[in-house]
């Protein structure tokens, strides 16, 4: 049986993060399957950030976050915030840095700081113009970032059936170890260790003691291909908002003359089908020469 300090669960992010890797049983094949599935992820951010700000900015309660100002915005704010505000564009650079930074070597340990210093940051800890933020539109957003990640990882037609479910295994559990170091700053379990916590460091977003670890213009830069190729994810006209990747698998697809796809029988051109998974639509693909 192995012994765990608990004390140092509450003062020791490396204590808890190597807890937690050990539960998860986090090791080198999820490392491995995580070095895979970034260049995969990297090409649906674009379409993930869209997605996630439409459903933050469907209902009241969690598009108010969006009226405070954030410490290094000094742009105007609109009361009412929609897709086109400027926060909301702005905000839309730092999820599409998080993204990447979430496809970035967690075998360092700076990923893991990173992840725990945005869970501080959204308790209002370390900003400037502090920005608290319930739990339950934490957790929630994060089951749906990894509800729409894990689908389209599960529809991708060029990825084995053994890389998915190490894929999907390995993001399960940075997302569940994300989870939890949000959950870290929420809770009041180890409150009595709070006296030996470290002093709290006001930095901006996207810093982490003092070196940028996390760039959104240059998120920006780097998926500006991808996303011209997602300007349909912008849409609500209920279009495949991973159209783009799809494209992206029909060109590989014309490469490889071994590569196939379910047809529809019913289709009299045979057309190829994206499986339909869990309700985001899924467009035929008409046949080509292969």
Same mark, same amino acid.
């Given at each position: 049986?192995? +012994?765990?300090?608990?004390?140092?669960?509450?003062? *020791?992010?490396?204590?808890?993060?190597?807890?937690?890797? *050990?539960?998860?049983?986090?090791?080198?094949?999820?490392?491995?399957?995580?070095?895979? %599935?970034?260049?995969?992820?990297?090409?649906?951010?674009?379409?993930?950030? +869209?997605?996630?700000?439409?459903?933050?900015?469907?209902?009241?309660?969690?598009?108010?976050?969006?009226?405070?100002? *954030?410490?290094?915005?000094?742009?105007?704010?609109?009361? &009412?915030?929609?897709?086109?505000?400027?926060?909301? @564009?702005?905000?839309? #650079?730092?999820?599409?840095?998080?993204? $990447?930074?979430?496809?970035?070597?967690?075998?360092?340990?700076?990923?893991?700081?990173?992840?725990?210093?945005?869970?501080? #940051?959204?308790?209002?800890?370390?900003?400037?113009?502090?920005?608290?933020?319930?739990?339950?539109?934490?957790?929630?957003?994060?089951?749906?970032?990894?509800?729409?990640?894990? /689908?389209?990882?599960?529809?991708?037609?060029?990825?084995?059936?053994?890389? @998915?479910? %190490? &894929? &999907?295994?390995?993001?399960?559990?940075?997302?569940? &170890?994300? +989870?939890?170091?949000?959950?870290?700053?929420?809770?009041?379990?180890?409150?009595?260790? =709070?006296?030996?916590?470290?002093?709290? $460091?006001? =930095?901006?977003?996207?810093?982490?003691?003092?070196?940028?670890?996390?760039?959104? /213009?240059?998120? *920006?830069?780097?998926? =500006?291909?991808?996303? =011209?190729?997602?300007?349909?994810?912008?849409?609500?006209?209920?279009?495949?908002?991973?159209?783009?990747?799809?494209?992206? #698998?029909? /060109?590989?697809?014309?490469?490889?003359?071994?590569?196939?796809?379910?047809?529809? $029988? +019913?289709?009299?051109?045979?057309?190829?089908?994206?499986?339909?998974?869990?309700?985001?639509?899924?467009?035929?693909?008409?046949?080509?020469?292969?």
């Amino acid at each position: 049986m192995q +012994n765990i300090d608990r004390k140092s669960l509450y003062t *020791s992010l490396e204590s808890r993060v190597e807890y937690l890797h *050990s539960f998860l049983d986090f090791g080198a094949d999820d490392v491995q399957a995580l070095a895979l %599935a970034s260049k995969y992820i990297k090409t649906l951010i674009p379409a993930v950030v +869209n997605l996630v700000y439409k459903k933050l900015l469907k209902y009241d309660i969690t598009a108010r976050a969006f009226t405070t100002r *954030s410490t290094s915005y000094s742009g105007p704010v609109d009361s &009412i915030p929609d897709e086109n505000s400027p926060q909301i @564009k702005y905000r839309k #650079m730092f999820l599409r840095g998080y993204l $990447q930074k979430l496809c970035s070597d967690p075998s360092k340990f700076e990923f893991w700081e990173y992840l725990d210093k945005v869970g501080m #940051m959204h308790v209002g800890m370390g900003r400037k113009h502090p920005l608290h933020v319930e739990y339950i539109h934490i957790g929630v957003c994060l089951g749906y970032i990894q509800d729409v990640i894990f /689908e389209a990882i599960l529809s991708h037609p060029r990825l084995r059936m053994d890389q @998915k479910m %190490a &894929i &999907i295994k390995a993001l399960g559990k940075v997302m569940w &170890i994300q +989870n939890d170091l949000f959950a870290k700053w929420y809770v009041r379990d180890g409150a009595e260790f =709070e006296g030996s916590l470290d002093e709290i $460091q006001i =930095e901006a977003e996207g810093v982490l003691r003092g070196k940028k670890v996390v760039d959104p /213009e240059k998120a *920006s830069d780097e998926d =500006e291909e991808v996303k =011209e190729r997602s300007k349909d994810t912008s849409s609500l006209s209920g279009g495949c908002p991973f159209s783009a990747m799809m494209r992206d #698998m029909e /060109e590989l697809a014309l490469k490889d003359p071994g590569f196939t796809t379910p047809k529809d $029988q +019913n289709s009299p051109t045979g057309a190829r089908i994206i499986p339909h998974v869990s309700g985001i639509p899924r467009l035929p693909v008409e046949k080509v020469g292969i």
